[in-house]
């Protein structure tokens, strides 16, 4: 017979009731809903098309499929225990715990049938326990309390209740296995066991976390509203150990000597670096575009092994008010709390340029603010001295930036454009990975770019590279491109492929503005 698919309505009100079968003790009715919901959840995803929401059924129905072993379980153990304790008490006042017999009344005991197992001898008098009144007009016997009598260490015979006690306080526990607690209290209180049971579960389970992520990486914690920007911050900016070094840097000497001082000495030397020669606050590199500003924020973030928080204007907007500012708070607590870190705030006249004009917004005004209060606090609450928060930021545009910005970027260096040997190590750099004809002089080629930053040298080997391809398909059709083998295409760049992508590539910084460059370093610079 073909099984329809349920609704999540069906599937929902089936494993409503599994559920409370299961926590009523009616284990047997909630297998039977258990395995119906496991059919019906079969039938609806094989029913379902959108990859999405089938995943999620899946994750539902493995929940539901643990449930259900789980009852099985219980039920397992519970006719293991059932067979273990076999005939020795029955269960109430007129039905035995292992069958549906009857089990007969006080008047029968003296009857002399000591062959039934369902029988016992007659309890002794002034035991504890209930006895049974039979009421001659049919209807339902009534059960009295007989007065507790003082108890006594030797009691003749208390079979009765120690069968009863023995019945009520047997749990399942892990494994199968049957415990009984030492304690009277808890073996006469199912909560008191059903909280037993819940606490080993939970540290059963806390076991399989720790055995599965033992060397779990500390997280950020914050709740409340908080939590949506904290998880938008470290999606969107944390880095974690960039992997570039310094080497992957052509040229500029004069700045990574800066930095090193600047960051990564601080980093190593904790001890030395303190009183006067405490830590920079900020640094702030200064130059054309292209120069390897944001490379060398890597590198430093690399080279110290921090935590790396790329930043940008639009990380830190938002149209909601308030929020703009609290992202900024948001920003500087976590970076304390993975620190050692770097916060490398890219284009940074984007984000503080000057206070006060008439073009300024409110909102921008704020965040401005509480930016210079964070970054003038910003060591403050970092307890170990050797856990140092490191501002860097980068700006084409210096002279846009605000002055009490420019007062706490304390050290102000400046990127160059590459020298003659830095070219030649970009153009090396650039053409590791392909394949050069002997012929080519690298010095040569290099002399011609003089004036070129470290982006636009990238450019030229680029195209420099794809040279040989383009004369190769030139006047081919796309069929003919597609059969062409990587061993035609793949052919060694010559001095030809660079002069003519040196004519096709222009350099894209002017006199003009290195002369800009200079006159503010030579006013505010402080390398």
């Known amino acids: 017979m073909r099984i329809m698919a349920g609704t999540p309505k069906e599937i929902c009100d089936n494993l409503t009731l599994a559920r409370e079968s299961s926590m009523i003790g009616n284990y047997e009715s909630a297998e039977v809903y258990y395995a119906g919901t496991m059919q019906l959840v079969t039938q609806l995803i094989i029913h379902i098309t959108d990859p999405l929401r089938k995943d999620k059924w899946l994750q ?100 009765a209740s120690s069968s009863t006690s023995r019945i009520s306080s047997v749990r399942p526990t892990k494994g199968g296995k049957v415990e009984r607690p030492s304690s009277s209290k808890s073996s006469r209180n199912p909560d008191s066991n059903k909280s037993a049971i819940d606490k080993e579960i939970k540290d059963v389970d806390n076991e399989k976390a720790e055995k599965s992520d033992p060397e779990e990486e500390k997280k ?81 973030a690399t080279e110290c092994e921090t935590t790396f928080f790329n930043v940008s204007s639009s990380t830190l907007t938002s149209k909601y008010r308030g929020e703009s ?35 300024e917004h409110e909102a921008s005004r704020r965040v401005k603010s509480e930016l210079l209060v964070q970054m003038d606090g910003i060591t403050a609450n970092v307890e170990d001295a050797g856990k140092v928060v490191m501002v860097l930021a980068a700006t084409n545009f210096p002279w846009d930036i605000d002055e009490a910005l420019r007062r706490r970027l304390e050290k102000r260096i400046y990127i160059p454009l590459p020298t003659q040997e830095g070219r030649e190590a970009l153009l ?85 503005d290195l002369d800009k460059y200079e006159k503010w370093m030579n006013e505010f610079g402080s390398s």
């Not at 072993?69 to 293991?80: A, C, F, N, P, Q």
């Not at 900016?237 to 500029?252: C, G, S």
């Not at 492929?497 to 894209?508: G, L, P, T, Y």
């Open 220 to 300: 950020f914690e914050c709740h409340g509203m908080d939590r949506d920007l904290v998880d938008t911050l470290e999606r969107d900016i944390v880095q974690k150990n960039p992997n570039i070094r310094w080497e992957d840097i052509a040229d500029l000497k004069e700045a990574k000597r800066l930095l090193e001082e600047a960051v990564v000495l601080p980093m190593w030397m904790p001890k030395f670096f303190t009183g006067i020669r405490r830590p920079w606050k900020g640094v702030l590199m200064v130059g054309p575009p292209g120069t390897g500003k944001t490379m060398l924020a890597k590198a430093v």
């Open 428 to 512: 090396q750099i650039n053409l590791r990975e392909v394949k050069l004809d002997p012929d080519v002089n690298l010095p040569a080629i290099a002399k011609k770019m003089r004036g070129y930053s470290g982006a636009d040298i990238t450019n030229v080997c680029r195209d420099a590279s794809m040279m040989s391809m383009r004369r190769k398909i030139f006047g081919l059709k796309p069929d003919q491109i597609k059969q062409l083998p990587k061993e035609e295409l793949d052919l060694p760049v010559t001095e030809r492929d660079f002069e003519e992508a040196i004519d096709k590539n222009n350099k894209s910084v002017s006199q003009d």
């Open 325 to 359: 500012e609290k992202m900024v708070r948001l920003l500087f607590e976590m970076a304390r709390f993975y620190a050692p870190s770097t916060i490398f705030i890219d284009e940074i006249d984007s984000l503080c340029s000057r206070r006060g004009s008439e073009s």
């Open 60 to 159: 539902a129905k493995q929940r539901i499929a643990l449930e259900y072993e789980r009852v099985k379980s219980i039920t397992s153990t519970l006719h293991s225990l059932r067979l273990s304790v076999g005939t020795e008490a029955p269960l109430g006042a007129g039905r035995s715990m292992i069958s549906d017999e009857p089990v007969k009344d006080s008047s029968d005991f003296n009857s002399g049938d000591t062959n039934d197992p369902h029988v016992w001898a007659p309890p002794p008098p002034g035991d504890r326990g209930y006895t049974v009144n039979r009421v001659q007009n049919g209807s339902k016997p009534k059960t009295t309390k007989k007065p507790e009598p003082p108890r006594r260490s030797n009691a003749p015979n208390t079979r």
